[in-house]
C-alpha cells in the first residue's frame, strides 16, 4: 500500500465526505438534526489528538449537574461494591449506571463508558459483542471528532477481547476494522486507518464475497486516499447490492478525489435518488458546485 500523504486538498475532500456521509448516517440510523452544541465534523477532524476527550472529566462535570435525588442514586450505586459477590455487584452496578446516565440524561459518554466496564467485567463473548456495537452505532452518528474517537476506542478494546475468545469470528474483525477507520482513521489517524484495513483484508482474503468487508475497505480507501482501490471495491459491494446509498455515496468521493468529476457528479446524482431527503440532497449539491 502506497504511503499515506495529507495535502490541503485531500483533507478537504475528506472531511466533506465525511459530512455528507455523517449525514446519510445519522438519516438513516440516529437523530437526524446534530445538537447545537457540537462541532461539525470539518471542523473538528483535523484537531482530534489536540482535545482528546476525558471521560473522568466529563464524569465530574455530569455529577454537578444533576439534582440531589439524583446525585444521591448514583452515589448509591457507585458505593454499592461493598462484600460478598464483588463482581456480580460491581456488574450490576456499572449496567445500573449505564442505564440511569441514557435513559434519564441521555448522556452517551458516560452510557458508553459503564457498558464497557460492565462488559469487560463478565467478560463473554455476547457481552463484549453487545456492548461494542452499541457503541459503534453511536459514534459512528458523533459529529465531535475527539468524542467520536473516545468511543471509537471502547470499542476497539471490547472487539479485541470479543476476537480473543473467538479469533475465527470474521464479523467481529470487521466491525473492529470499522472501528478504527471511522473513529480516529476518519480524522486524519493515518495509523488508524491502516490497523483497521489490515483487520478488514484478513476477512476478503478468506472470502472476497463478503460485501460488508469489502465496502468498509472501500471507505477506508477513501480515507486513506488510496482512491484506485476504493473504486474497485466500492463498485463491487454496488454490483451487488445497486441501492446501498452508503456505497454509493463512498463512491462518488472517491471518484471525486481521483478527480474525475464526471463519475463523481453521476454517482452524487444517485445517491440523491437513493437517499430521497431535501437535507441530504442540498448537502450533495453543495458538493456539485465544488466539482464544477
Known sequence: MQPYFFDVKKQQLILSAAGIVLLLLLWFFGKTVADKTDKPV???????????????????ASKQKLTIEQTNYVNELENSVSRGDVKGQQEKAFTELARFWHDSLDNHELYVFYISKAAMLVNSEKNLTFAARQISGDFRNEPDAAKRGWKADQAIALL?????????????KIDLGAAYIFGKGMA?????TMKGVQQLLQVVRKDSLNMQAQMVLGIGGVVSTQ????????????QQQPRNAEAVSWLAEAYAGKGDNVNARKWFEISKQL??????????????????
Not at 479485541?160 to 467481529?172: C, F, H, Q, R, Y
Not at 482501490?229 to 463491487?236: D, P, Q, S, T
Open 227 to 238: 482512491y484506485d482501490k476504493a473504486i474497485e471495491r466500492l463498485n463491487k459491494v454496488i
Open 42 to 60: 470539518s471542523q473538528t477532524a483535523g484537531n482530534s489528538e489536540k482535545s482528546a476527550f476525558n471521560i473522568d472529566t466529563h464524569l465530574k
Open 275 to 292: 437517499i430521497n431527503n431535501p437535507e441530504y440532497s442540498k448537502e450533495i449539491d453543495g458538493r456539485l458546485k465544488e466539482l464544477k
Open 188 to 192: 486524519g489517524n493515518a495509523e488508524e
Open 160 to 172: 479485541t477481547k470479543a476476537i480473543e475468545l473467538n479469533p475465527a469470528n470474521d464479523s467481529l
